[in-house]
């Protein structure tokens, strides 16, 4: 069955970096497009960044452009996020996900995604 484990979430302070791994299982990692999205208590989950299936291809949403940068490493079934210079407002439990078909796109649209991680929690502090 389809697996995905998240890892490497933490607290640190405002300006700081954190790496998250996603490590996938169950499937053939290489043939689906990945993202990454979040989630903070009481807001809706929304995508921070998408990614093809090769490592060409990738989508982030406006606040985190220039900060984030998603890639895969399809030989090792993982999927990455490292954040820089983090902000409080980046404070929420960040979960990975895989598109529900082949046929995709990197999109941060969260209905084009059918398999989703437990999350791992990020919080940055001022």
């Known amino acids: 069955q389809v697996q995905l484990w998240e890892s490497g979430g933490g607290s640190v302070q405002a300006g700081g970096s954190l790496r998250l791994s996603c490590a996938a299982s169950?499937?053939?990692?290489?043939?689906?497009?990945m993202g990454w999205f979040r989630q903070a208590p009481g807001k809706e989950r929304e995508g921070v960044a998408g990614?093809?299936?090769?490592?060409?291809?990738?989508t982030y949403t406006a606040s985190v452009k220039g900060r984030f940068t998603i890639s895969r490493d399809n030989a090792k079934n993982t999927l990455y996020l490292q954040m820089n210079s983090l902000m409080p407002e980046d404070t929420a439990m960040y979960y990975c996900a895989r598109t529900t078909s082949l046929l995709c796109s990197p999109t941060l649209d969260k209905d084009y995604y059918n398999y989703w991680g437990q999350g791992t929690q990020v919080t940055v502090s001022s």
């Open positions: 990614i093809g299936r090769g490592t060409g291809l990738t």
């Open positions: 169950g499937y053939t990692f290489s043939s689906y497009c």
